[in-house]
């Protein structure tokens, strides 16, 4: 297949690492455990556990309890205000203490030229004058990205630190389109992203060629890094190129779109695993069959894994676990057959990476080498596909509880549980209950949206209530208030539209009942599901639709 030698020789070169990393896992977690406790066993969180001062393996694993984020979250407030010291960052969204050294200890490296779609966002001041700064922003700004990825990134260093995702958008776009022949691949850290390109290329390709085509930059673009970065690569008109530009995206299909922009393009590199998995058709589409690589599974704590076939259909990636970015753990899950995320259950005792069993589920719990060395449950939920000499390899199943996703916005049951409580209380003075509820993310479009199905009756009669448009709005923009952080800031940056609320008639979630127990549902079990899945299920809802409404077009 084309591109694959390129390919290969990319990943070859971290061969040797590689070998010595996989071959050395064991001992490699066994050290990394030793070195956390060295360091950081005489924190206030960490002292508690080892009373009698013995901070060995043993006792981490006895008296170490294991939390989810929700958890801790009051710990980090108390850093983040200054209440505790430490040399840490947090990010807001999900916050998590990170020094630049955990942070660079888990990067993998690369070759080639590639048009890679990153994008910042402002930093924020704790209470107590720490940095707190999302994920990627702080990624780019670390000596990493800038001596060693920048290199093979097409787009200059000042259009991803731009903080306009817009402006930095259409000069990433413009560098990617001048300098066509040099894309060897096109990537962003999750394919979401990739779809958010695509929309944006769709809605500004006239603009883009107007540009090539006078070799004069928007007047929009005003940010002096873009600026002054744009001077450099835009440097004349060039109306050859803009009309042959035109001309591709000027067809009435866009099918492989990509491959006709970026002649020399080998693949497209970005996460498609787990809930971006949504993606993979219309990457596949536009992309015209040019292979889509999903290199690694990374979280904020820690790069978990790397995808050693990186050719391998996306829908079969597995991820080989690096045992030198953290210490990890792992909580066997139960799951039976095609099982949804409700009906996992953890079970038994956590196990080290060196006694994973093959075939077997597991949740990861992380301890990382960076600040508190808190050990983490990950809520994702992976499958043992294999062994790379000694270090396990896994396929990502499902982030449990998640109910919700666009882009990188993960929003839980309980999430959901606590917006839709807070938007129904408007209700009550009106006399008007909701009965049933469920949701569903809408990707169908670009932004995608949440769409809420909400069953409503009178207190005290069967009627249908009257629905008012502005109080059903409030109810809207009450849901969104309530999300988290990423929610907000996704959808202010216009990566998420505004949620839709769909009202139906009595009796549509008796119907949707039926359907599921006409696919072998227990009555007695039968929970409605707060986010559906099929497409059955949402046909039998729309078709009781007796109203819809939405969010504000932006969210202030
Ligand atoms: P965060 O901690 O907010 O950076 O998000 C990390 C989460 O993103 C992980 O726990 C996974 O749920 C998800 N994630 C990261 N990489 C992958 C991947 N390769 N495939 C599927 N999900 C991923």
């Known amino acids: 297949m084309a591109g694959e030698s390129e390919i290969k020789e990319t990943y070859e070169n971290g061969t040797k690492i590689l070998e010595d990393l996989t071959n050395n896992a064991h001992e490699l977690q066994e050290q990394m455990l030793e070195e956390i406790l060295r360091r950081n066993a005489g924190t206030q969180y960490l002292s508690r556990f080892f009373p009698s001062g ?19 979250k009051p710990y980090i407030e108390r850093i983040a205000n200054g209440e505790t010291s430490s040399g840490t960052s947090g990010g807001q969204q999900k916050l998590i203490p990170i020094t630049t050294e955990s942070f660079e200890k888990g990067c993998v490296s690369d070759e080639g030229k590639s048009l890679s779609l990153y994008f910042s966002k402002p930093d924020m001041e704790t209470p107590s004058g720490l940095v707190a700064s999302p994920y990627m922003t702080f990624y780019s700004k670390t000596n990493i990205f800038k001596t060693r990825l920048a290199k093979f990134c097409l787009s200059p260093i000042e259009t991803i630190l731009c903080l306009d995702n817009k402006q930095s958008m259409f000069c990433q776009l413009l560098t990617g389109l001048l300098q066509r022949d040099k894309v060897v691949w096109l990537a962003s850290n ?28 928007s007047d929009w673009i005003i940010d002096p890094g873009c600026k002054n970065a744009m001077s450099l690569i835009l440097t004349r008109p060039n109306p050859e190129l803009a009309d042959l530009i035109q001309q591709i995206c000027e ?46 599974y990374v ?44 009906e996992t259950r953890t079970i038994d005792k956590p196990v080290d990476l060196a006694n994973v069993k093959l075939g077997q589920y597991y949740e990861v719990v992380v301890t990382t080498l960076a600040g508190r060395s808190i050990s983490i449950q990950s809520r994702d939920v992976l499958k043992v596909t294999g062994f790379y000499n000694k270090s396990p390899q896994f396929q990502f199943v499902e982030r449990q509880n998640v109910v919700l996703s666009i882009d990188a916005d993960k929003t839980t049951e309980e999430d959901l549980l606590k917006a839709i409580t807070n938007a129904k209380l408007i209700l009550e003075p009106f006399g008007i209950m909701l009965t049933a509820y469920s949701s569903y993310s809408d990707t169908s479009s670009t932004p995608g949206r949440y769409v809420l199905f909400w069953e409503l009756k009178m207190k005290d009669s069967n009627d249908l209530p009257k629905l008012d448009v502005k109080i059903m709005e409030q109810c809207c923009c009450i849901v969104e208030e309530s999300f988290d952080f ?56 729309n078709s009781g639709m007796v109203g819809k409404f939405f969010g504000p077009k932006t969210m202030s």
């Open 190 to 217: 999750f394919a979401s992203v990739l779809a958010r390109t695509i929309k944006f290329l769709e809605d500004y390709w006239r603009e883009l060629c107007c540009n090539i085509r006078t070799g004069y930059l």
């Open 54 to 72: 013995q901070a060995d393996k043993q006792n981490f694993k006895t008296n170490v309890p294991i939390v989810t984020y929700e958890d801790i």
């Open 486 to 541: 990423t929610y907000k800031s996704l959808r202010k940056g216009g990566a998420i539209s505004g949620l839709e609320l769909r009202v139906v008639k009595r009796g549509s979630f008796d119907e949707l009942m039926d359907f599921y127990i006409s696919k072998g549902a227990s009555i007695s079990q039968y929970k409605p599901p707060c986010c559906l899945k099929s497409e059955e299920a949402i046909k039998i809802l």
């Open 299 to 342: 979280s904020s704590e820690a790069c978990f894994g790397i995808n050693l076939k990186p050719l391998s259909n996306p829908f079969d990636v597995s991820y080989t676990f690096l045992p030198n970015t953290a210490y990890f753990e792992f909580l066997r899950v139960n799951k039976d057959g095609g099982g949804k995320a409700q």
């Open 251 to 296: 067809d009435q299909s866009w099918e492989g779109v990509i491959k006709k922009l970026w002649p020399k393009i080998k693949y497209i590199r970005s996460v498609c695993t787990g809930s971006m998995s949504q993606y993979i058709p219309l990457l596949e589409f536009y992309g015209g069959g040019i292979p889509l690589v999903s290199p690694s």
